[in-house]
């Protein structure tokens, strides 16, 4: 009876540990297509990593999507928009996006093709994006993509007049590789600036005193004090002139005698 109580509450803890064990898996990567897109910051439509979004638009519309990133992630934007048939197009078109970060400041792209221009005969057009890694900090003057929301902004910035308001379709992917975040107590591992003279130095051995370095300053010195030199025909010369001239200075400012008899 009591291998029987044993067993009953072993399998008892084994059913209470299932359920827990399987809420720590880590939760699948998004399936669902997005579909819309805003038309503002404030109405950007929220995408994640690796969501696929299709959007069906007309040509002149702003479209707006939102995403997060984390410290130490370099994301790459990729768009493919399907162009009006070459029927009902009047010449090329010119298309841009623009990466924002949560304080509307614009993110370059540090590589891609962000702005192109699709031919009159093109059915597609392709655009890419490669952000900057985002940083753990940064300083408030700087224009470091820090952790936070981000905001897509897909625009035709160069077209004919009359192409506005034909039907396309926009594909956009978001990846995002993640890496080490920014290392706060990084080091330097080459200077700057580089020394142009360093020259060299050696340690003094044992037995050397400080007396050959003062003998070779005492000696410089009175080389460039010693007699002859120019420095002191230039100095005896200047005194002369000074003297010559203040006496010749007197004699001409000096008021006139008066004798009377």
């Given at each position: 009876m009591r291998y029987v109580l044993a067993g009953l509450a072993a399998l008892a803890c084994l059913s209470v540990a299932g359920p827990a064990a399987a809420d720590d898996t880590p939760s699948p990567s998004p399936s669902a297509t997005v579909g819309t897109a805003g038309t503002s910051f404030l109405t950007a439509t929220a995408v994640e990593p690796g969501q696929q979004v299709r959007v069906s638009s007309?040509?002149?519309d702003y479209l707006y999507w939102s995403f997060d990133a984390a410290a130490g992630e370099t994301d790459r934007l990729a768009i493919t928009i399907t162009l009006p048939t070459r029927s009902s197009r009047h010449g090329p078109a010119t298309w841009?996006?623009?990466?924002f970060d949560g304080l509307r400041r614009r993110q370059p792209c540090t590589a891609g093709s962000q702005t192109a221009t699709a031919a009159t005969g093109a059915a597609t057009l392709a655009l890419h994006c490669l952000l900057r890694q985002v940083r753990s900090w940064a300083d408030p003057w700087s224009d470091e993509p820090l952790p936070g929301t981000y905001y897509v902004r897909l625009s035709a910035t160069g077209l004919p007049e009359q192409d506005l308001g034909l039907p396309i379709q926009t594909d956009l992917s978001i990846t995002a590789k993640k890496g080490d975040a920014q290392p706060d107590n990084a080091r330097?591992?080459?200077?700057l600036s580089p020394a142009t003279d360093p020259g060299s130095t050696s340690a003094p051995q044992a037995g050397s005193s400080a007396a050959p370095a003062a003998a070779e300053e005492g000696e410089h010195f009175w080389n460039r004090f010693s007699w002859p030199s120019t420095r002191w025909w230039w100095t005896i010369g200047g005194g002369l002139l000074a003297a010559v001239a203040g006496v010749g200075g007197y004699r001409l400012t000096r008021h006139p005698r008066r004798?009377?008899?």
């Open positions: 007309s040509t002149g841009t996006v623009d990466v330097l591992k080459a200077p004798w009377f008899s």
